[in-house]
């Protein structure tokens, strides 16, 4: 008999301390030894989890009113800027903004040492950031200037909201032209002198629900060490399959999400300022979301190896940034993860971006927390458009009026 | 008399000269090659203990050569809380004294095998290469 089970039996069983959950690292034995409908009537919860620099992130802060009160125009945290073309004392802080006067590239390759990740790690440090505004001043709002210091407790609110994370699949990079690039993809060294790759692979949580079938908007995540939610598909989610030349499919390609929570129970260890050589600052971004086993499908969705995963190699020395197109074949994470691989016939070294061993950590807290019955599974108000529903991708073209 | 520990780095374009010949037989020196990595046509480097009379003029033949002379005062070192084993720096460190271990994929820093080029100090993301004098 096919199983099937529902969120409500799921939350009980986790409820009464009876749920059985395992990690995508764990399952993937499991399901090897029983098949997958032994796997899926034993299993109820699998948790998956990604800790890797996501530059489309940000906090919404509300600062509360000064006396007399302002209508904040511009903003700034420790001299980064924060958009403030919101209500009077709001502003979102992106974690990409750089201070004001940054060398930026101008000695190149920059250093890239502080920007608006770091600000929000030192928001959840507790440490006192300067908080600097202007504004042209109105009857009901006369300040026109401040400074002061604030800290996140000070805060009225501080929510996290990230339009556009934990990407369910990425980039292998290498760099195909003559001189060492320097880009988010970190280092590359010239004529294929290394490879970058920035997934957990088997346990990433987009590549363990390939086709939407559980996570969804509403979904309850692990986000920063404390608990956040899926507030919708991310910008630019490109959920289709990957296909090569021949159309042989490589498995799910593109689909992000956009994640919301409250900063103010996050936890610095797990949201981190991160710096790319000759790129800029970013905002490392630990994600765990719990897949509930509702049927075989899931299980067979959550039960992928590395072996059965893709990424596409892609040149950032021309075709990345030319938007051209690049056909460099796949690496499986199986080969990225063993350290070589092979393009264009020439054995090449491979190293990660994203830390294995904190997205097996956040696996395994999820999980933990899970099973001592602290959290309970949310079923998503709505699902997100899967590889079904043909997203194609829009490019910007360049032309008068 | 007390060696001095210096690190040579090679060019590109360095001159294929046999300098450590060079610098036995015609300064006098007594060297003790500590670490190596050079390779033909390659940036190089080349941590050396080296002691005798002639010390600076064997320096002076160095830099002639076009090598860049360091003391080796400085030491790198990983500060543990910062690293997050993302692995980023394991593909520039030229030594492998930054190195995956398999299958845990954490970050492992053998330090005898630093030869302070100080690349992972820029490279990394979290900042957690420091140097230390
Ligand atoms: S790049 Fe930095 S954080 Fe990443 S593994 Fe190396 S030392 Fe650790
Ligand atoms: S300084 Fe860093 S990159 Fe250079 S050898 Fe030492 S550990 Fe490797």
């Known amino acids: 008999m096919a199983i099937e089970k529902t969120y409500a039996e799921i939350n009980e069983k986790i409820k009464s301390g009876k749920a059985v959950v395992l990690t995508a690292e764990e399952v993937i034995g499991l399901v090897e030894e029983k098949g997958l409908t032994e796997a899926a009537r034993q299993v109820d919860v699998v948790t998956t989890g990604t800790f890797a620099p996501m530059c489309s992130s940000g906090v919404f802060l509300n600062f509360g009113h000064s006396k007399p009160k302002m209508k904040m125009q511009k903003v700034w945290l420790n001299g ?27 000695n190149y390759p920059g250093e890239f040492r502080y920007g608006g990740g770091h600000v929000i790690q030192d928001l959840l ?56 690039i320097y880009t988010y993809m970190g280092v590359l060294k010239p004529n294929l002198g290394n490879a970058h790759y920035c997934s957990a692979g088997q346990l990433s949580p987009l590549l363990n629900d390939p086709y939407f079938l559980t996570i969804g908007m509403g979904t309850k995540i692990f986000l920063g060490g404390g608990i956040g939610y899926v507030a919708w598909n991310g910008t630019q989610h490109f959920p289709e399959i990957q296909k090569d030349a ?33 790129y800029g600052v970013t905002l490392s ?13 899931v299980m067979r969705c959550v039960s992928v190896s590395d072996r059965d995963l893709y990424a596409p190699i892609v040149d950032y020395g021309e075709a990345y940034g030319q938007r051209l ?4 074949g796949f690496a499986s994470y199986a080969e990225l993860k063993s350290g070589t691989i092979t393009v264009n016939g020439q054995k090449i070294p491979a190293a990660p971006l994203s830390s294995y061993p904190k997205a097996r950590e956040i696996a395994a807290t999820l999980k933990e927390w899970i099973c001592k019955g602290d959290f309970l599974l949310t079923e998503p108000v709505k699902l997100l458009p899967s590889y079904r529903d043909g997203i194609q991708s829009k490019k910007l073209e360049i032309r008068g009026l | ?79 543990e809380e910062r690293c997050i084993s993302c692995g980023a720096c394991t593909g520039i460190c030229p030594t492998h004294a930054l190195s995956l271990e398999r299958p845990s994929m954490e970050v492992k820093f053998d330090s005898d095998n630093c030869i302070v080029c100080q690349l992972c100090v820029k490279v990394c993301p979290l900042k957690a290469m420091e140097v230390r004098f």
């Not at chain 1, 042989?248 to 996050?266: F, N, R």
Request: hydrophobic share 35%.
């Open chain 2, 1 to 79: 008399m007390a060696p001095n520990k210096i690190i040579l780095r090679f060019g590109e374009n360095t001159s294929d000269q046999p300098i450590i010949y060079r610098l036995v037989k015609d300064y006098d020196l007594v060297i003790n090659i500590l670490k190596a990595n050079v390779n033909p046509n390659k940036e190089g480097t080349m941590v050396l203990e080296l002691t005798g009379e002639k010390y600076e003029e064997g320096l002076g033949y160095l830099r002639d050569q076009g090598i860049r002379v360091q003391p080796l005062a400085e030491e790198v070192f990983r500060n």
């Open chain 1, 325 to 328: 197109p690049s056909d460099l």
């Open chain 1, 125 to 180: 440090m507790g440490k006192k950031v300067k908080l600097e505004a202007t504004a042209y001043g109105t009857d009901c709002y006369p300040r026109r200037e401040l400074e002061t210091y604030i800290t996140l407790d000070d805060m009225n609110e501080a929510t996290l909201f990230n339009p556009r994370n934990s990407y369910q699949n990425y980039n292998c990079g290498v760099n195909l032209s003559n001189r060492v």
């Open chain 1, 80 to 106: 980064v800027p924060a958009y403030s073309g919101i209500a009077a004392v709001d502003a979102y802080l992106g974690a990409t903004e750089l201070p004001e006067g940054d060398p930026c590239n101008n």
């Open chain 1, 285 to 297: 971004v630990s994600i765990g979301i719990p897949i509930p086993v509702l049927n075989e499908e």
């Open chain 1, 246 to 278: 021949a159309g042989h499919s490589y498995g799910p390609a593109g689909g992000t999400l956009s994640v919301v929570g409250d900063l103010k129970q996050m936890n610095a260890n797990w949201l981190l300022g991160t710096s790319f050589l000759g």
